[in-house]
Protein backbone atom coordinates (compact mmCIF):
# COMPACT_ATOMS: atom_id res chain seq x y z
CA UNK A 1 0.00 0.00 0.00
CA UNK A 2 2.73 2.27 0.87
CA UNK A 3 4.84 1.52 -2.02
CA UNK A 4 1.12 2.55 -4.65
CA UNK A 5 0.71 5.62 -2.65
CA UNK A 6 4.37 6.76 -3.32
CA UNK A 7 3.66 5.96 -6.74
CA UNK A 8 0.57 8.12 -6.89
CA UNK A 9 2.53 10.62 -5.07
CA UNK A 10 4.85 10.89 -8.27
CA UNK A 11 2.19 12.22 -10.41
CA UNK A 12 2.04 15.16 -8.35
CA UNK A 13 5.27 17.18 -9.92
CA UNK A 14 6.00 18.32 -13.29
CA UNK A 15 6.68 15.37 -15.94
CA UNK A 16 8.96 17.81 -17.70
CA UNK A 17 11.53 18.54 -15.13
CA UNK A 18 13.41 15.41 -14.57
CA UNK A 19 15.47 17.28 -11.50
CA UNK A 20 12.50 18.36 -10.01
CA UNK A 21 10.74 14.17 -10.60
CA UNK A 22 14.24 12.84 -8.66
CA UNK A 23 13.76 15.36 -6.00
CA UNK A 24 10.37 14.50 -5.16
CA UNK A 25 11.14 10.89 -5.34
CA UNK A 26 13.61 10.91 -2.91
CA UNK A 27 11.52 13.71 -0.62
CA UNK A 28 8.67 11.02 -0.59
CA UNK A 29 10.45 8.35 0.51
CA UNK A 30 11.88 9.38 3.06
CA UNK A 31 9.06 11.41 4.30
CA UNK A 32 6.63 8.35 4.34
CA UNK A 33 9.50 6.13 6.25
CA UNK A 34 11.21 8.53 8.84
CA UNK A 35 7.45 9.56 9.64
CA UNK A 36 6.71 5.82 10.08
CA UNK A 37 9.56 5.10 12.51
CA UNK A 38 9.20 8.40 14.34
CA UNK A 39 5.31 7.33 14.80
CA UNK A 40 6.16 3.72 15.88
CA UNK A 41 8.08 5.21 18.79
CA UNK A 42 5.91 8.03 19.84
CA UNK A 43 2.64 5.78 20.11
CA UNK A 44 4.89 3.48 21.84
CA UNK A 45 3.49 4.63 25.03
CA UNK A 46 -0.16 4.75 24.40
CA UNK A 47 -1.11 1.19 26.14
CA UNK A 48 1.15 2.15 28.82
CA UNK A 49 0.13 5.66 30.19
CA UNK A 50 -2.49 4.04 33.04
CA UNK A 51 0.38 1.69 34.48
CA UNK A 52 3.49 4.20 34.41
CA UNK A 53 1.10 6.81 36.19
CA UNK A 54 -0.35 3.79 38.90
CA UNK A 55 3.73 3.12 39.22
CA UNK A 56 4.42 6.58 40.30
CA UNK A 57 1.10 6.61 42.70
CA UNK A 58 2.82 3.22 44.48
CA UNK A 59 5.98 3.78 44.28
CA UNK A 60 6.87 7.33 44.60
CA UNK A 61 7.54 9.15 47.92
CA UNK A 62 4.99 10.95 50.10
CA UNK A 63 7.04 14.09 49.49
CA UNK A 64 7.32 13.53 45.42
CA UNK A 65 5.38 15.65 42.83
CA UNK A 66 2.63 13.37 42.54
CA UNK A 67 1.59 13.08 46.00
CA UNK A 68 2.01 16.50 46.92
CA UNK A 69 -0.56 17.02 43.58
CA UNK A 70 -2.99 14.31 44.45
CA UNK A 71 -3.44 16.02 47.93
CA UNK A 72 -4.22 19.10 46.27
CA UNK A 73 -6.54 17.14 44.10
CA UNK A 74 -8.37 14.94 46.67
CA UNK A 75 -8.73 18.86 48.74
CA UNK A 76 -10.26 20.33 45.95
CA UNK A 77 -12.25 17.57 45.31
CA UNK A 78 -13.86 17.63 49.01
CA UNK A 79 -14.48 21.34 48.94
CA UNK A 80 -16.63 20.98 45.83
CA UNK A 81 -18.62 17.95 46.95
CA UNK A 82 -17.17 16.05 43.58
CA UNK A 83 -17.82 12.24 43.90
CA UNK A 84 -15.00 10.07 42.31
CA UNK A 85 -13.17 7.40 43.83
CA UNK A 86 -9.07 7.97 44.66
CA UNK A 87 -8.14 5.50 41.54
CA UNK A 88 -9.86 8.13 39.15
CA UNK A 89 -6.61 10.57 40.37
CA UNK A 90 -4.43 8.79 37.70
CA UNK A 91 -7.46 9.68 34.83
CA UNK A 92 -6.92 12.90 35.90
CA UNK A 93 -3.39 13.24 35.79
CA UNK A 94 -3.17 11.64 32.53
CA UNK A 95 -5.62 14.00 30.89
CA UNK A 96 -3.71 16.82 32.24
CA UNK A 97 -0.49 15.29 30.73
CA UNK A 98 -1.94 14.19 26.97
CA UNK A 99 -3.37 18.10 27.33
CA UNK A 100 -0.51 20.12 28.40
CA UNK A 101 2.00 17.69 25.03
CA UNK A 102 -0.39 18.77 22.81
CA UNK A 103 -1.04 22.43 24.21
CA UNK A 104 3.19 22.78 23.67
CA UNK A 105 3.18 21.15 20.56
CA UNK A 106 0.27 24.36 19.83
CA UNK A 107 2.29 27.04 20.75
CA UNK A 108 5.53 25.72 19.20
CA UNK A 109 4.51 24.50 16.70
CA UNK A 110 4.11 27.88 14.74
CA UNK A 111 7.50 28.77 15.92
CA UNK A 112 9.36 25.89 14.60
CA UNK A 113 7.46 26.27 10.91
CA UNK A 114 8.54 30.27 10.68
CA UNK A 115 11.69 29.55 11.30
CA UNK A 116 11.68 26.46 9.02
CA UNK A 117 10.48 29.19 6.22
CA UNK A 118 13.43 31.35 7.43
CA UNK A 119 15.89 28.42 7.31
CA UNK A 120 15.46 25.86 5.56
CA UNK A 121 13.04 22.76 6.63
CA UNK A 122 16.35 20.33 7.06
CA UNK A 123 17.83 21.76 9.66
CA UNK A 124 14.49 22.59 11.85
CA UNK A 125 13.29 19.23 10.77
CA UNK A 126 16.47 17.83 12.68
CA UNK A 127 16.14 19.97 15.79
CA UNK A 128 12.66 19.09 16.43
CA UNK A 129 14.21 15.00 16.35
CA UNK A 130 16.96 15.98 18.16
CA UNK A 131 13.81 17.51 21.20
CA UNK A 132 12.18 14.02 20.36
CA UNK A 133 15.06 11.95 21.52
CA UNK A 134 15.90 13.92 24.26
CA UNK A 135 12.65 13.20 25.73
CA UNK A 136 12.71 9.70 25.28
CA UNK A 137 16.22 9.60 27.23
CA UNK A 138 14.87 11.14 30.16
CA UNK A 139 11.82 8.65 30.08
CA UNK A 140 14.01 6.25 30.11
CA UNK A 141 15.89 7.33 33.31
CA UNK A 142 12.75 8.96 35.08
CA UNK A 143 12.67 7.18 38.46
CA UNK A 144 10.05 9.98 39.64
CA UNK A 145 7.17 11.45 38.52
CA UNK A 146 8.80 14.41 38.30
CA UNK A 147 11.30 13.79 35.32
CA UNK A 148 8.54 11.50 33.61
CA UNK A 149 6.84 15.14 33.53
CA UNK A 150 9.74 16.37 32.03
CA UNK A 151 9.93 14.06 29.57
CA UNK A 152 6.31 14.64 27.93
CA UNK A 153 7.23 18.45 28.11
CA UNK A 154 10.15 18.26 26.02
CA UNK A 155 8.65 15.90 23.65
CA UNK A 156 5.65 18.36 23.83
CA UNK A 157 8.13 21.44 22.88
CA UNK A 158 9.69 19.40 20.15
CA UNK A 159 6.90 17.51 18.42
CA UNK A 160 6.78 19.56 15.48
CA UNK A 161 7.83 17.40 12.90
CA UNK A 162 4.68 16.43 11.12
CA UNK A 163 4.19 19.74 10.62
CA UNK A 164 7.00 20.47 9.14
CA UNK A 165 6.67 17.42 6.93
CA UNK A 166 3.50 18.40 5.39
CA UNK A 167 5.64 21.82 4.54
CA UNK A 168 8.10 19.24 3.09
CA UNK A 169 5.22 17.68 0.47
CA UNK A 170 3.99 21.21 -0.48
CA UNK A 171 7.56 22.12 -1.23
CA UNK A 172 7.90 19.38 -3.88
CA UNK A 173 4.18 18.96 -5.22
CA UNK A 174 2.25 20.99 -6.99
CA UNK A 175 -0.50 22.71 -5.34
CA UNK A 176 -3.48 20.89 -7.60
CA UNK A 177 -2.22 17.53 -6.80
CA UNK A 178 -0.49 18.04 -3.39
CA UNK A 179 -2.96 15.43 -1.83
CA UNK A 180 -1.45 12.69 -3.04
CA UNK A 181 1.76 13.78 -1.64
CA UNK A 182 -0.20 14.08 1.84
CA UNK A 183 -1.98 10.74 1.33
CA UNK A 184 1.55 9.39 2.50
CA UNK A 185 1.40 11.32 6.12
CA UNK A 186 -1.84 9.38 6.31
CA UNK A 187 -0.95 6.11 5.79
CA UNK A 188 2.50 6.00 8.09
CA UNK A 189 0.10 7.60 11.11
CA UNK A 190 -2.36 4.56 10.60
CA UNK A 191 0.60 1.55 10.31
CA UNK A 192 2.36 3.60 12.63
CA UNK A 193 0.02 3.77 15.22
CA UNK A 194 -0.69 -0.30 14.61
CA UNK A 195 2.55 -1.19 15.21
CA UNK A 196 3.63 1.45 17.93
CA UNK A 197 1.21 0.26 20.84
CA UNK A 198 2.15 -3.20 20.52
CA UNK A 199 6.11 -2.93 20.41
CA UNK A 200 5.82 -0.67 24.02
CA UNK A 201 3.61 -3.29 25.25
CA UNK A 202 5.91 -5.98 24.38
CA UNK A 203 9.03 -4.35 25.15
CA UNK A 204 7.39 -3.70 28.68
CA UNK A 205 7.39 -7.16 29.14
CA UNK A 206 10.86 -7.60 28.29
CA UNK A 207 13.41 -7.89 31.27
CA UNK A 208 16.13 -6.95 29.26
CA UNK A 209 18.12 -5.06 31.71
CA UNK A 210 17.77 -4.69 35.73
CA UNK A 211 17.08 -1.05 36.43
CA UNK A 212 15.36 0.66 39.01
CA UNK A 213 13.06 2.59 36.07
CA UNK A 214 9.82 1.68 35.21
CA UNK A 215 9.42 0.72 32.04
CA UNK A 216 12.87 1.33 30.79
CA UNK A 217 12.83 -1.43 28.01
CA UNK A 218 9.82 0.43 26.19
CA UNK A 219 11.90 3.89 26.76
CA UNK A 220 15.54 2.62 25.44
CA UNK A 221 13.34 1.21 22.57
CA UNK A 222 11.87 4.56 21.71
CA UNK A 223 14.87 5.91 22.26
CA UNK A 224 16.76 3.76 20.15
CA UNK A 225 14.37 4.05 17.29
CA UNK A 226 14.48 7.50 17.59
CA UNK A 227 18.52 7.87 16.82
CA UNK A 228 17.82 5.65 14.26
CA UNK A 229 15.48 8.16 12.54
CA UNK A 230 17.28 11.07 13.26
CA UNK A 231 20.66 9.53 11.55
CA UNK A 232 18.31 8.29 8.46
CA UNK A 233 16.66 11.59 7.86
CA UNK A 234 20.73 13.39 8.31
CA UNK A 235 22.18 11.41 5.48
CA UNK A 236 18.92 11.18 3.49
CA UNK A 237 16.98 14.30 3.20
CA UNK A 238 17.47 17.03 1.02
CA UNK A 239 16.84 20.68 1.61
CA UNK A 240 13.38 21.60 -0.63
CA UNK A 241 12.72 25.03 1.17
CA UNK A 242 15.65 27.08 0.35
CA UNK A 243 15.09 30.32 2.32
CA UNK A 244 15.66 33.92 0.45
CA UNK A 245 19.05 35.38 0.95
CA UNK A 246 17.73 37.93 3.26
CA UNK A 247 15.91 36.28 6.44
CA UNK A 248 13.86 36.79 8.76
CA UNK A 249 14.87 38.85 11.70
CA UNK A 250 14.28 36.48 15.32
CA UNK A 251 11.66 39.28 15.96
CA UNK A 252 9.87 38.86 13.16
CA UNK A 253 9.81 34.99 13.45
CA UNK A 254 8.49 35.33 16.87
CA UNK A 255 5.83 37.81 15.23
CA UNK A 256 5.11 34.77 12.68
CA UNK A 257 4.53 32.39 15.15
CA UNK A 258 2.55 34.44 17.83
CA UNK A 259 -0.30 35.23 15.01
CA UNK A 260 -0.80 30.83 14.12
CA UNK A 261 -1.29 30.53 18.05
CA UNK A 262 -3.50 33.81 18.40
CA UNK A 263 -7.60 32.21 18.23
CA UNK A 264 -8.74 35.34 16.62
CA UNK A 265 -6.41 34.93 13.64
CA UNK A 266 -6.82 31.47 13.08
CA UNK A 267 -10.99 31.24 12.97
CA UNK A 268 -10.82 34.59 10.96
CA UNK A 269 -8.80 32.57 7.99
CA UNK A 270 -6.73 35.61 7.06
CA UNK A 271 -4.40 35.93 4.49
CA UNK A 272 -5.90 32.49 3.34
CA UNK A 273 -6.75 34.34 -0.31
CA UNK A 274 -10.75 33.57 0.50
CA UNK A 275 -12.03 36.70 -0.47
CA UNK A 276 -16.20 35.93 -0.87
CA UNK A 277 -17.88 36.13 2.03
CA UNK A 278 -19.93 33.38 1.56
CA UNK A 279 -17.33 31.14 1.00
CA UNK A 280 -15.59 32.83 4.73
CA UNK A 281 -18.31 32.02 6.52
CA UNK A 282 -18.02 28.39 5.28
CA UNK A 283 -14.97 27.64 6.29
CA UNK A 284 -15.95 29.50 9.55
CA UNK A 285 -18.30 26.94 10.02
CA UNK A 286 -16.26 24.09 8.69
CA UNK A 287 -13.61 25.26 11.78
CA UNK A 288 -16.15 25.40 14.41
CA UNK A 289 -17.23 21.55 13.77
CA UNK A 290 -13.50 20.74 13.30
CA UNK A 291 -12.41 22.57 16.69
CA UNK A 292 -15.93 20.81 18.68
CA UNK A 293 -15.28 17.66 17.01
CA UNK A 294 -11.55 17.22 17.40
CA UNK A 295 -11.92 18.50 21.43
CA UNK A 296 -14.58 15.98 22.27
CA UNK A 297 -13.05 13.04 19.89
CA UNK A 298 -9.31 13.31 21.47
CA UNK A 299 -11.24 13.54 25.15
CA UNK A 300 -13.09 10.19 24.15
CA UNK A 301 -9.43 8.93 22.23
CA UNK A 302 -7.24 9.93 25.56
CA UNK A 303 -9.76 7.82 27.93
CA UNK A 304 -9.61 4.64 26.19
CA UNK A 305 -7.04 3.12 27.94
CA UNK A 306 -8.31 4.46 31.39
CA UNK A 307 -11.28 2.99 30.47
CA UNK A 308 -10.22 -0.48 29.61
CA UNK A 309 -7.92 -0.30 32.94
CA UNK A 310 -10.60 0.13 35.06
CA UNK A 311 -13.46 -2.06 33.49
CA UNK A 312 -11.53 -4.79 32.27
CA UNK A 313 -8.69 -4.67 33.94
CA UNK A 314 -6.76 -4.72 31.07
CA UNK A 315 -3.26 -5.43 30.43
CA UNK A 316 -0.27 -3.61 28.50
CA UNK A 317 -0.53 -5.88 25.91
CA UNK A 318 -4.26 -5.82 25.87
CA UNK A 319 -4.31 -2.22 25.59
CA UNK A 320 -1.83 -2.95 22.55
CA UNK A 321 -4.08 -5.10 20.87
CA UNK A 322 -6.89 -2.87 21.40
CA UNK A 323 -4.79 -0.10 19.51
CA UNK A 324 -3.28 -3.01 17.18
CA UNK A 325 -7.78 -3.44 16.27
CA UNK A 326 -7.95 0.25 15.88
CA UNK A 327 -5.28 0.86 13.39
CA UNK A 328 -5.97 -2.11 11.33
CA UNK A 329 -9.76 -0.89 10.92
CA UNK A 330 -8.53 2.58 9.84
CA UNK A 331 -6.04 1.10 7.49
CA UNK A 332 -8.62 -0.92 6.14
CA UNK A 333 -11.09 2.62 5.90
CA UNK A 334 -8.57 4.69 4.77
CA UNK A 335 -7.54 2.35 1.81
CA UNK A 336 -10.50 0.73 0.40
CA UNK A 337 -13.38 3.47 1.69
CA UNK A 338 -11.88 7.52 1.87
CA UNK A 339 -9.73 6.77 -0.91
CA UNK A 340 -11.90 5.61 -3.12
CA UNK A 341 -14.29 8.85 -2.21
CA UNK A 342 -16.22 10.69 -5.03
CA UNK A 343 -15.04 14.53 -5.12
CA UNK A 344 -18.02 16.48 -3.43
CA UNK A 345 -18.54 13.70 -1.00
CA UNK A 346 -16.47 15.34 1.64
CA UNK A 347 -19.13 16.70 4.60
CA UNK A 348 -20.97 13.64 3.55
CA UNK A 349 -18.32 11.23 4.40
CA UNK A 350 -17.50 13.62 7.87
CA UNK A 351 -21.24 13.33 8.76
CA UNK A 352 -20.88 9.96 8.53
CA UNK A 353 -17.84 9.40 10.85
CA UNK A 354 -19.36 11.75 12.76
CA UNK A 355 -22.86 9.56 13.54
CA UNK A 356 -20.28 6.69 14.31
CA UNK A 357 -18.72 7.98 16.68
CA UNK A 358 -21.40 9.30 18.75
CA UNK A 359 -23.13 6.16 18.41
CA UNK A 360 -19.61 4.52 19.66
CA UNK A 361 -19.52 6.72 22.91
CA UNK A 362 -23.36 6.16 23.47
CA UNK A 363 -21.87 2.02 23.48
CA UNK A 364 -19.09 2.62 25.42
CA UNK A 365 -21.64 4.18 28.23
CA UNK A 366 -24.35 1.89 28.24
CA UNK A 367 -22.93 -1.67 27.55
CA UNK A 368 -20.16 -2.99 30.18
CA UNK A 369 -19.65 -6.44 28.18
CA UNK A 370 -16.23 -6.49 25.98
CA UNK A 371 -17.99 -7.81 22.86
CA UNK A 372 -20.28 -4.70 22.53
CA UNK A 373 -16.96 -2.31 23.65
CA UNK A 374 -15.17 -3.65 20.34
CA UNK A 375 -18.44 -3.15 18.24
CA UNK A 376 -18.37 0.23 19.42
CA UNK A 377 -14.60 0.25 19.08
CA UNK A 378 -15.26 -0.42 15.28
CA UNK A 379 -17.39 2.51 14.71
CA UNK A 380 -14.99 4.69 16.58
CA UNK A 381 -11.96 3.57 14.33
CA UNK A 382 -14.40 4.76 11.37
CA UNK A 383 -14.75 7.89 12.48
CA UNK A 384 -11.25 8.37 13.50
CA UNK A 385 -10.33 7.11 9.68
CA UNK A 386 -12.65 9.41 8.07
CA UNK A 387 -13.67 12.95 10.06
CA UNK A 388 -10.22 14.62 9.77
CA UNK A 389 -9.23 13.68 6.34
CA UNK A 390 -12.82 14.55 4.97
CA UNK A 391 -12.64 17.85 6.58
CA UNK A 392 -9.08 18.43 5.65
CA UNK A 393 -10.54 17.70 2.02
CA UNK A 394 -13.15 19.94 2.12
CA UNK A 395 -11.22 22.66 3.37
CA UNK A 396 -8.45 22.18 1.02
CA UNK A 397 -11.51 23.30 -1.78
CA UNK A 398 -11.26 27.19 -0.68
CA UNK A 399 -8.49 29.36 -1.37
CA UNK A 400 -6.37 30.57 -4.09
CA UNK A 401 -3.75 28.39 -5.02
CA UNK A 402 -0.46 30.62 -3.41
CA UNK A 403 -2.28 30.73 -0.24
CA UNK A 404 -3.63 26.85 0.31
CA UNK A 405 -0.44 25.56 2.35
CA UNK A 406 -1.51 28.40 5.07
CA UNK A 407 -4.74 27.86 5.00
CA UNK A 408 -4.18 23.97 5.83
CA UNK A 409 -1.39 25.24 8.15
CA UNK A 410 -4.08 27.13 10.10
CA UNK A 411 -7.03 24.57 9.76
CA UNK A 412 -4.35 22.25 11.83
CA UNK A 413 -3.50 24.80 14.80
CA UNK A 414 -6.81 24.60 15.05
CA UNK A 415 -7.09 21.29 15.75
CA UNK A 416 -3.60 21.47 17.81
CA UNK A 417 -5.40 23.85 20.09
CA UNK A 418 -8.85 21.53 20.12
CA UNK A 419 -6.66 18.71 21.19
CA UNK A 420 -4.94 20.78 24.11
CA UNK A 421 -8.36 20.74 25.58
CA UNK A 422 -9.87 17.41 24.92
CA UNK A 423 -7.80 14.98 27.02
CA UNK A 424 -7.98 17.18 30.17
CA UNK A 425 -11.51 17.67 29.96
CA UNK A 426 -12.85 14.20 29.27
CA UNK A 427 -10.40 12.56 31.91
CA UNK A 428 -11.72 14.99 34.49
CA UNK A 429 -15.51 14.37 33.71
CA UNK A 430 -13.86 10.57 33.97
CA UNK A 431 -12.19 10.95 37.36
CA UNK A 432 -15.52 12.73 38.72
CA UNK A 433 -18.16 10.46 36.98
CA UNK A 434 -16.57 7.76 35.16
CA UNK A 435 -17.81 6.53 32.31
CA UNK A 436 -20.95 8.69 32.31
CA UNK A 437 -19.01 11.20 30.87
CA UNK A 438 -19.33 9.42 27.15
CA UNK A 439 -23.14 10.12 27.54
CA UNK A 440 -22.21 14.18 27.79
CA UNK A 441 -19.71 13.49 25.27
CA UNK A 442 -22.01 11.72 22.75
CA UNK A 443 -24.61 14.62 23.61
CA UNK A 444 -22.29 17.26 22.83
CA UNK A 445 -21.35 16.05 19.30
CA UNK A 446 -24.71 16.55 18.18
CA UNK A 447 -23.07 20.27 18.24
CA UNK A 448 -20.71 19.40 14.97
CA UNK A 449 -23.68 17.22 13.37
CA UNK A 450 -26.10 19.61 13.57
CA UNK A 451 -24.02 22.56 11.73
CA UNK A 452 -22.38 19.63 9.31
CA UNK A 453 -26.04 18.81 8.37
CA UNK A 454 -26.45 22.53 7.48
CA UNK A 455 -23.13 22.59 5.39
CA UNK A 456 -24.73 19.87 3.33
CA UNK A 457 -27.49 21.41 2.61
CA UNK A 458 -25.65 24.44 1.03
CA UNK A 459 -22.38 22.86 -0.42
CA UNK A 460 -21.26 23.15 -3.48
CA UNK A 461 -17.59 21.58 -4.77
CA UNK A 462 -15.46 24.48 -3.94
CA UNK A 463 -12.99 23.45 -6.70
CA UNK A 464 -15.31 24.32 -9.51
CA UNK A 465 -15.52 28.22 -8.10
CA UNK A 466 -12.42 30.43 -9.00
CA UNK A 467 -11.42 32.32 -5.75
CA UNK A 468 -9.20 34.95 -6.34
Not at 291 to 317: A, D, I, K, N
Request: charged share 15%; with cysteine.
Amino acid sequence: MAKDSIKEAHEAINPHCKVDARLTSKTLHVLFWSLLIDLIAFSSILPLMPVILEYYRDNNSADGLYHTLERYIEYFKASIHVPGATRYNTVFFGGALGSMYCFLQFLFGPFFGASSDSYGRRPIILVSMVGISISYAVWMFSDSFALFVLSRVIGGITRANVSLWTAVVSDVTEGKKRNKGMALIGIAFSIGFVLGPMLGAFMSKKDLFVTGVAHFQPAATALIISLVNLLFVYFTLPETHQPAKISDTSKEIVSKAFLGINPLYLFSFRTTGVSDKEYNEKLRKLSFVYFTYLLLFSGVEFTLSFLTRERYQYTSMQQGLMYFYIGSIMIIIQGGYFRRLPAGNEIKCALQGVVAVMISTVLMAMFTDQHTYYVALGLYSFGSATVVPALTSAVSLYGSTEHKGKLISIFRSIGALARGFGPFLACTAFWTHGSLCYYVMAILLLLPLIVLAGIKRTYTIAKSAKIE
